[in-house]
């Protein structure tokens, strides 16, 4: 007997049409034999709706940005530019794109390490916010702001000296090429200024994936007393502070829900009783897969169906190429499964426990792993949900020869 893994718990407000998995007031087996597959669905309902409960939940006066790396893909960031009060950027491609998809230069904030100097005079030619990242790129900023008689908006991206507690992924404490030490930020914030630059404010982001409500109400609260101490320090109120995000999503069996009510009342009372630095400065969340993750599925098509030593592969026309995150192969230490079903026999219970893989010649291309599944065979279609995020343009689509899947918005 091959013992069964658990897969993910599927996100809330998927509906059946005839039994299989709908997405759109369309079945999944439509939507692949008019888009091909394997094929990425985003719905705008689901993204329209997770704002709305973002926006209910969280103070008022608070700007949600939009972290395009987490899905770039036009229709999608078009329509999460109407939804979102400001985007996130991390690259001149990224700028490019967001502009594009009509982002106004004074919404956007480019952060990341490594900015070039074109990155840097393209940012200032459109009037973009550069969150800075070390006093070598704030000296190359001010540079580039004089050579075009242009004044670059900056703000300081700090390492903070504090962790977002079970975070997935680790971006502030400790060593890091990730925003400027804190005994730095001070100084250079006065360089800015005496260089005649708009400072912008800070931009401290301590992690990514929390799904516990007390780790990110703490990290806030850490990340609000730090503003505080370093615009104390020098004696000017920042206009802005981006406090990062980490808003998580379930993605493994166990995982709950991050409790946002719980988050958002936590912050309304932080942000109604600040130091008196702080009483005039912006607030700003910033978000990428809570925004998009669970907006998003894969399907993909069974092209075989083999066993292998009494255990059965479910052989698909996807994979990690599309799928990294969902293989276990991007950022995580044990792999287990995503969420996920036989799209087209949604409503059918379980019966048996296969491994369901991709077509490339890896043993590391496993979209779900001895998961208990309905019998399925040859023509079949595999969803993976919470693929809004990190998924088409955060996976290796050239590997093998195979090419980017289908992208596809849904009303
Ligand atoms: C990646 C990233 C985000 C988005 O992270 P999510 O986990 O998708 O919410 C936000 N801010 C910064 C600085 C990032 O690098």
Same mark, same amino acid.
Request: aromatic letters at 6%; hydrophobic letters at 45%.
């Given at each position: 007997?091959?013992k069964?893994?658990?897969?993910?718990?599927?996100p809330?407000?998927?509906?059946?049409?005839?039994?299989?998995?709908?997405l759109?007031?369309?079945?999944?087996?439509?939507?692949?034999?008019?888009?091909?597959?394997?094929?990425?669905?985003y719905?705008?309902?689901?993204?329209?709706?997770?704002?709305?409960?973002?926006?209910?939940?969280?103070?008022?006066?608070?700007?949600?940005?939009?972290?395009?790396?987490?899905?770039?893909?036009?229709?999608?960031?078009?329509h999460?530019?109407?939804?979102?009060?400001?985007?996130?950027?991390?690259?001149?491609?990224?700028?490019?794109?967001?502009?594009?998809?009509?982002?106004a230069?004074?919404?956007?904030?480019?952060?990341g390490?490594?900015?070039?100097?074109?990155?840097?005079?393209?940012?200032?030619?459109?009037?973009?916010?550069?969150?800075?990242?070390?006093?070598?790129?704030?000296?190359?900023?001010?540079?580039?702001?004089?050579?075009?008689?242009?004044?670059?908006?900056?703000?300081?991206?700090?390492?903070?000296?504090?962790?977002?507690?079970?975070?997935?992924?680790?971006?502030?404490?400790?060593?890091?090429? #990730?925003?400027?030490?804190?005994?730095?930020?001070?100084?250079?914030?006065?360089?800015?200024?005496?260089?005649?630059?708009?400072?912008?404010?800070?931009?401290?982001?301590a992690?990514?994936?929390?799904?516990?409500?007390?780790?990110?109400i703490?990290?806030?609260?850490?990340?609000?007393?730090l503003?505080?101490?370093?615009?104390?320090?020098?004696?000017?109120?920042?206009?802005?502070?981006?406090?990062?995000?980490?808003?998580?999503?379930?993605?493994?069996?166990?995982?709950?829900?991050?409790?946002?009510i719980?988050?958002?009342?936590?912050?309304?009372?932080?942000?109604?009783?600040?130091?008196?630095?702080?009483?005039?400065?912006?607030?700003?969340?910033?978000?990428g897969?809570?925004?998009?993750?669970?907006?998003g599925?894969?399907?993909?098509?069974?092209?075989?169906?083999?066993?292998?030593q009494?255990?059965? #592969?479910?052989?698909?026309?996807?994979?990690?190429?599309?799928?990294?995150?969902?293989?276990?192969?991007?950022?995580?230490?044990?792999?287990?499964?995503?969420?996920?079903?036989?799209?087209s026999?949604?409503?059918?219970?379980?019966?048996?426990?296969?491994?369901?893989?991709?077509c490339?010649?890896?043993?590391?291309?496993?979209?779900?792993?001895?998961?208990?599944? *309905?019998?399925?065979?040859?023509?079949?279609?595999?969803?993976? #949900?919470?693929?809004?995020?990190?998924?088409?343009?955060?996976? *290796?689509?050239? #590997?093998?020869?195979?090419g980017?899947?289908?992208?596809?918005l849904?009303?």
């Amino acid at each position: 007997m091959i013992k069964t893994k658990a897969t993910g718990p599927i996100p809330t407000g998927f509906q059946a049409i005839d039994g299989e998995l709908a997405l759109g007031g369309q079945k999944a087996s439509a939507l692949v034999a008019e888009h091909g597959s394997p094929l990425f669905i985003y719905a705008k309902s689901r993204l329209d709706d997770r704002m709305a409960e973002l926006r209910a939940a969280m103070p008022d006066s608070l700007d949600l940005h939009y972290a395009m790396k987490a899905n770039p893909y036009a229709p999608l960031l078009r329509h999460m530019i109407g939804l979102a009060d400001g985007i996130d950027i991390a690259s001149g491609g990224e700028l490019r794109m967001a502009l594009a998809a009509g982002a106004a230069p004074d919404h956007v904030s480019f952060a990341g390490p490594g900015k070039q100097d074109e990155e840097l005079e393209q940012a200032i030619q459109a009037g973009v916010t550069i969150n800075i990242e070390s006093a070598g790129e704030c000296d190359r900023a001010l540079k580039i702001g004089k050579a075009f008689a242009k004044q670059p908006r900056l703000a300081i991206r700090v390492n903070p000296d504090f962790d977002l507690k079970g975070s997935g992924m680790k971006m502030g404490g400790g060593a890091k090429p #990730f925003g400027m030490d804190i005994e730095l930020v001070a100084p250079t914030v006065r360089q800015i200024v005496e260089a005649g630059a708009d400072w912008r404010g800070f931009h401290i982001f301590a992690g990514s994936q929390a799904l516990s409500a007390d780790a990110i109400i703490e990290t806030q609260a850490q990340t609000v007393a730090l503003a505080a101490r370093l615009a104390t320090e020098i004696g000017q109120s920042p206009a802005h502070i981006n406090l990062g995000g980490g808003f998580g999503i379930p993605y493994f069996p166990g995982d709950d829900p991050l409790d946002i009510i719980k988050v958002g009342d936590a912050l309304s009372d932080q942000l109604a009783r600040l130091p008196d630095i702080l009483s005039s400065t912006q607030f700003a969340i910033e978000l990428g897969r809570y925004l998009v993750g669970e907006a998003g599925v894969y399907l993909t098509r069974i092209v075989d169906r083999k066993q292998s030593q009494g255990q059965t #592969f479910l052989v698909t026309d996807g994979g990690l190429h599309h799928q990294l995150a969902a293989s276990g192969n991007f950022g995580t230490v044990v792999r287990r499964n995503y969420p996920a079903a036989i799209a087209s026999r949604f409503e059918e219970e379980p019966v048996e426990t296969v491994s369901i893989v991709g077509c490339l010649c890896t043993p590391l291309d496993r979209l779900s792993d001895n998961a208990a599944m *309905p019998r399925a065979g040859v023509g079949d279609i595999v969803a993976i #949900f919470c693929a809004g995020a990190y998924g088409a343009s955060a996976s *290796p689509a050239n #590997f093998l020869g195979q090419g980017p899947a289908a992208e596809l918005l849904l009303d």
